[in-house]
């Protein structure tokens, strides 16, 4: 079976993901992950997506009991080199997010900077994951989520579109039926060979996720404007928000 874009990009590319401009947020996030669970070391956590292990470590680094989830076993590779560089302990787990794993085991589950979410090829494969991740959260558990905000395509492309003389362009990438943008990843794997990938990826709605996590008998469900390393529910979300931030509790 031909692999999806997101297994041929992760299946080399970890020191290098490390070193992504959107990879350098991590303390401030995470500063914001502990003032949502108020601190509480006791409390344990799921990190869907963890890739390299960022979040999970930083929060290990902190006293918290972590585990995290993913389907690359060349990121998790790497995640467990780092944790033990930085002397902690953190349970990495090698495994599709889209399949149940756990039931009822976590106070806090983290979906974070596209862990899976958004990337998958169907809606129905993206629910999953959030099914699961709710699955998985205690009956009285929190979901922080960050996702793709469709109001940011939906604005500026069809402005885009309506300012050009030729409304037949097909340079846009964004289909407004879908919410899918395609586009081209150029990227250096950890062996220094260059690649190039065809990507599509999935904006969602803010009204699309207040739907699916109230389906999933989340009580209360917070949309935030997302800011790379500083995470917060001040930030009101706009149409120049990339990404949004969900605070979701059961």
């Known amino acids: 079976m031909k692999k999806q874009w997101y297994e041929e990009l992760f299946n080399n590319y970890a020191q290098n993901y490390d070193r992504e401009p959107f990879t350098q947020g991590t303390s401030g996030e995470v500063d914001f992950i502990e003032k949502e669970i108020k601190y509480q070391k006791h409390l344990s956590i799921l990190d869907i997506g963890c890739g390299t292990g960022r979040h999970a470590i930083e929060l290990a680094k902190r006293g918290y009991r972590v ?27 090698q495994a599709d997010a889209r399949k149940p794993h756990y039931t009822e085991e976590f106070d806090l589950v983290l979906i974070l900077c596209e862990g899976g979410f958004s990337l998958m090829e169907t809606d129905e494969m993206n629910f999953d994951i959030l099914k699961n991740a709710a699955k998985a959260l205690k009956s009285d558990g929190k979901l922080i989520l960050t996702c793709l905000n469709a109001l940011f395509p939906l604005f500026h492309s069809v402005k ?3 300012s050009r003389a ?10 407004i039926m879908t919410f899918r943008d395609s586009s081209k990843f150029e990227f250096v794997d950890d062996s220094g060979n260059k690649g190039t990938l065809d990507c599509n990826e999935r904006y ?10 109230k389906t999933l008998n989340f009580k209360k469900v917070g949309i935030f404007g997302c800011k790379l390393g500083n995470f917060s529910r001040v930030d009101k979300l706009t149409t120049e928000d990339f990404e949004m931030l969900v605070v979701a509790e059961k």
């Open 67 to 93: 585990t995290g989830l993913d389907l690359s076993e060349s990121q998790l590779i790497h995640a467990r080199n780092k944790a033990v560089a930085e002397n902690v302990n953190v349970t990495f787990k």
């Open 160 to 162: 885009e579109f309506l």
């Open 166 to 175: 030729d409304q037949n362009s097909k340079d846009l990438t964004f289909d």
């Open 204 to 213: 969602f709605a803010p009204s699309e996720i207040t739907w699916y996590l």
